[in-house]
């Protein structure tokens, strides 16, 4: 089955500054990633997603990347504010129409992004 | 617009009981899912359901039950709690299936089992 390796555990980044989180996935069928972002005591969020026919995705300060070939992807957060101090999970499945099972969400550990004022 | 809500929030119950864990949406998701999260584990995958009536296995099943008599609840029951079962739990819905759709998580039932 697919497995979703995200680094790293921990990133601390002082306010303003930019924020990298990366994701390696093993199954090459892979064709759908999206990342959640969760606050304390809430669940996980949608933020952005990426499907594979596209390379890089952009919604204001946070923007995904994909490389197929290598098979990772990676989350991009510029200007950092104190409102992204989260935990962040990246995932990767195989869409239905490509053969996934409904169920289909592989999803990384976790990033716990610490943004320092 | 009540979205998906979890019952209850924080649940303590000792080895052996049952407890039934609920979730319910309004938006009229064909799918709904049960994660639980743990320190070094991320997010794992309970059981799913495609419609009423319809559930499958995810990743950690074992010592779990679920039932969908409804589009709108989908419980989870643990049959004979365990110490390895404390938790938290999210469902989650989706309109499509989930492994291509957004799924929206409910904010969680914190479980311990003692």
């Known amino acids: 089955g697919e497995n979703v390796e995200q680094h790293p555990s921990t990133l601390s980044v002082q306010e303003g500054d930019s924020a990298v989180i990366k994701c390696t996935y093993s199954?090459?069928?892979?064709?759908?990633f999206p990342w959640y972002k969760q606050e304390l005591g809430k669940g996980p969020q949608l933020i952005i997603d990426?499907?594979?026919?596209?390379g890089e995705k952009k919604d204001q300060r946070i923007a995904v990347t994909l490389n197929k070939t290598a098979k990772h992807f990676s989350l991009h957060i510029t200007e950092t504010q104190p409102e992204d101090s989260a935990v962040y999970f990246c995932?990767?499945?195989?869409?239905?129409?490509?053969?996934?099972?409904?169920?289909?969400?592989?999803f990384g550990k976790g990033t716990h992004l610490i943004i320092q004022p | 617009d009540a979205g998906i809500t979890q019952s209850p929030r924080y649940k303590i119950t000792e080895t052996g009981r049952q407890v039934t864990l609920m979730c319910h949406q309004t938006?009229?998701?064909?799918?709904m899912f049960w994660y639980r999260q743990d320190l070094g584990h991320g997010l794992r995958l309970i059981y799913y359901?495609?419609?009423?009536?319809?559930?499958d296995k995810g990743e950690v099943p074992d010592g779990y039950v679920v039932s969908r008599s409804k589009t709108e609840n989908f419980p989870l029951t643990l049959e004979s709690a365990t110490r390895s079962q404390t938790s938290v739990y999210f469902c989650?819905?989706?309109?499509?299936?989930?492994?291509?759709?957004?799924?929206?998580f409910g904010p969680g039932t914190r479980l311990t089992v003692l």
């Open positions: 995932a990767a499945s195989i869409s239905v129409q490509s053969g996934g099972g409904a169920d289909g969400l592989t």
């Open positions: 990426i499907r594979s026919n596209v």
């Open positions: 938006w009229s998701h064909s799918y």
């Open positions: 989650a819905s989706s309109r499509l299936a989930g492994n291509t759709d957004t799924q929206y």
């Open positions: 359901s495609a419609a009423a009536d319809i559930t």
């Open positions: 199954d090459s069928a892979s064709n759908y």
